[in-house]
């Protein structure tokens, strides 16, 4: 990709004082999307005018930075009628000449800070390829997001400048890959997610790498095609206990939909049992064996995640995280004692961090349990499901009642062989301890309603009870209740009015 830099972007970049201090920014992005910074032989012509010895020095010495246009393109007629009139000024002319540049496609974009020119590029159907610095920056921060950042829960995101490599975690990749801790070394400015123990010992980790269409896939058989993808780069898992795969699993996806790629892939090697262990974990959330990649003498599994593609005979968690939106919607009340510990990502404003931090195995999970005595039983996997949380306090409720998150139901049971049965259901899923799930057995087994749902998304908004009044969603004066049916028009209202897109 050619991106031709106006005049202004040039004295921006290279004057001795700031003059824009977003140009850094820009050229950063230029670089890590690899453009070629291109200026035209107008804009060396500018540059020398400029009467300053030291400022000549300083373009005689930075100039050869950038590549230079050797022609200058002859505008055709139609291009000069389309914009006719507007070269009043020798300005204007530079102008209109680096224009037909891009109009004729020597270049693929032009950054200036001329408004005229923006203008001008309306008239020419080129609105859509010439940018000022801000709107290329926010163009491209929105098409390559950094790696999205989780508040709650011990995994965060870490510079591997941070994170001791000669951790006993990492000898596994030493000892597979050659010259691990030299790749590790030169990643130091760059993101990963970690997870430690509260003796700083290293449970898990995680990085993600986009690529584009171009990427070179030799080494892979069958060979891919090109198109966006999500790599995962480095990914591992020690044996804990409490789910941690899963969360790991929930940030690739989120990362995946956030980066808008095609597909997701792996390659490991499947020689030790947390491998294995890693190998069954994809697998499960619809990743599929596509080939093999040549690692040395040896060969990696490649698992590949197809993004954007529904499969009816396939199961919600093997879809996740593409959705079927055509499947039915319900709200699923959940007391305010329960709802955090389960759902710590859609932690209220109100509630204390720090007591969801914990190891409790459900706050990880991206599959969650949860248990209801509903007489509806009507759902089906697929279906979503909208957590609506209560109020605790009386006459508060209609504010302290909210909407707070997105659910896909994976699966449901009403009916179990035995307590056993029942228990390793809702085994390390659920908010609610051993002994209240034993007393919902002793007492109500009859009437049980165990709801596996999937961990969609938190509303980026919070709706309250008296929002659902006020928009006829849910009747006044009443709350909803387990499995009202919530019609499509205000399942997207809900979305719509909590600014959250799934």
């Known amino acids: 990709m050619r991106a031709l830099l106006d005049t202004n972007i040039v004295i921006h970049r290279e004057n001795t004082k700031p003059t824009n201090y977003a140009i850094g920014e820009l050229f950063h992005w230029l670089d890590v999307l690899k453009y070629d910074k291109v200026i035209h032989p107008y804009t060396i012509s500018e540059l020398r005018k400029y009467m300053n010895d030291d400022m000549q020095r300083l373009y005689d010495a930075k100039l050869p930075a950038y590549i230079q246009m050797k022609t200058v393109g002859v505008q055709t007629e139609e291009f000069s ?24 496609n020597k270049v693929d974009i032009l950054i200036t800070e001329d408004r005229g020119m923006n203008a001008k590029a309306k008239c020419l ?7 000022t610095i801000d709107s290329f ?51 130091c400015d760059e993101e990963a997610y970690v997870c430690e123990n509260d003796k700083g010992g290293i449970l898990g980790f995680l990085y993600l790498k986009t690529e ?49 790629v095609s597909e997701i892939y792996v390659t490991l090697f499947k020689n030790r049992p947390e491998l294995e262990r890693l190998y069954r974990l994809l697998i499960k959330w619809g990743f599929f064996e596509y080939g093999i990649k040549k690692s040395g003498e040896n060969e990696e599994t490649v698992l590949v995640k197809k993004l954007g593609v529904y499969y009816k005979n396939k199961s919600p968690k093997y879809n996740f995280p593409n959705l079927n939106y055509e499947s039915n919607k319900f709200f699923l009340p959940i007391e305010a004692k329960y709802h955090t510990p389960l759902l710590p990502d859609s932690q209220l404003k109100t509630e ?55 659910g896909v139901i994976d699966s449901y049971r009403d009916k179990f062989n035995n307590k056993e ?12 301890t051993k002994e209240e799930l034993e007393s919902f057995w002793n007492k109500k087994k009859d009437q049980l309603l165990v709801i596996k749902f999937i961990y969609v998304k938190s509303l980026t908004k919070r709706l309250t009870l008296k929002c659902l009044w006020e928009n006829n969603i849910v009747p006044e004066q009443k709350g909803p209740r387990p499995f009202d049916k919530i019609s499509d028009n205000n399942f997207r209202l809900i979305l719509n ?4 897109n799934i």
Do not use: H
């Open 212 to 260: 584009d269409e171009k990427e070179n896939y030799n080494d892979i058989c069958p060979l891919f095609k090109p198109a966006k993808r999500l790599k995962i780069g480095t990914f591992k898992v020690e044996t804990s206990g409490f789910r941690l795969g899963e969360r790991f699993i929930k940030i690739i996806f989120d990362n995946a939909i956030e980066r808008n």
């Open 352 to 406: 204390n961090e720090v007591d969801f931090l914990g190891d409790q195995p459900q706050k990880y999970a991206l599959e969650k349990v949860y248990i209801s005595f509903s007489y509806v039983r009507n759902m089906k996997p697929g279906d979503f499901v909208v957590i609506y949380r209560k109020g605790e306090k009386e006459g508060r409720k209609a504010y302290e009642s909210v909407v707070s998150t997105i």
């Open 81 to 104: 009628k389309l914009l006719a009139g507007t070269a009043k000024t020798k300005n204007d002319l530079i102008d209109n000449q680096l224009l037909f540049e891009l109009y004729c």
């Open 125 to 131: 159907g080129l609105e859509d390829r010439v940018f």
């Open 497 to 500: 009015k909590s600014n959250t």
């Open 421 to 432: 049965d029942f228990l390793k259901y809702c085994q390390n899923r659920t908010v609610f």
């Open 137 to 187: 920056i926010c163009k491209m921060t929105a098409e390559n997001p950094e790696l999205i950042e989780y508040k709650f829960l011990r995994v965060k995101k870490e510079y591997f400048g941070n994170i001791d490599v000669n951790n006993p975690f990492f000898d596994t990749f030493k000892k597979d890959y050659p010259g691990f801790n030299d790749w590790f070394q030169r990643k």
